[in-house]
């Protein structure tokens, strides 16, 4: 039996009639998302590096922002301050993600987000057939098209804010 769930991520999903896969992520003893991840999705015959990370961060003046990357990649804080014209950004605080975005830490998505919070999508998630994004509800996950997924995302700022391989 496919496990259900419902969430804001799962409703504007099945309201644009996306199909989606839910992926139940054990939790530690401390309630946080295990971290053999990959082995989990590698056993569901996804592709480990196809998961996309929503990272917050806060600029000095724009305030906060999220970051939907794919794959290993790292934001280029360089690339990040230039296209919000500030000065500084950070890393938001553990105690900030919920504020700024709804959702707890480790069940982040990129969709279904506060009008007020801007998005940036990376490239890199157009690099992949299929994609895992936060559920909205810690210990699980969900898989859908990339391309699904871009659908959503289509009036976000779409370009480069990962470093490149070296």
């Not at 996804?46 to 290993?72: H, I, M, N, Q, W």
């Not at 490239?123 to 996950?141: D, H, K």
């Not at 699904?148 to 470093?163: E, H, N, R, T, Y």
Request: glycine share 8%; with cysteine; hydrophobic share 45%.
């Amino acid at each position: 039996m496919a496990t259900t769930i419902t969430s804001p991520v799962t409703e504007l999903l099945q309201q644009h009639t996306i199909a989606f896969q839910v992926i139940e992520i054990p939790l530690s003893e401390d309630s946080k998302p295990i971290r053999n991840l990959e082995e989990l999705l590698s056993a569901q015959g996804l592709d480990p590096a196809s998961v996309v990370r929503s990272v917050v961060f806060k600029g000095e003046t724009s305030g906060f922002c999220l970051l939907a990357v794919a794959g290993g990649g790292r934001a280029d804080w360089a690339l990040l301050r230039a296209h919000l014209n500030e000065r500084k950004c950070r890393m938001a605080d553990y105690d900030e993600v919920p504020e700024a975005t709804g959702y707890v830490v480790g069940a982040v998505p990129p969709v279904a987000l506060p009008a007020s919070l801007r998005v940036l999508v990376d490239n890199s998630v157009a690099g992949y057939e299929n994609v895992v994004i936060g559920s909205g509800v810690l210990g699980y996950a969900l898989a859908l098209k990339s391309a699904d997924l871009l659908k959503l995302l289509a009036d976000k700022a779409q370009g480069s804010f990962v470093k490149a391989d070296s």
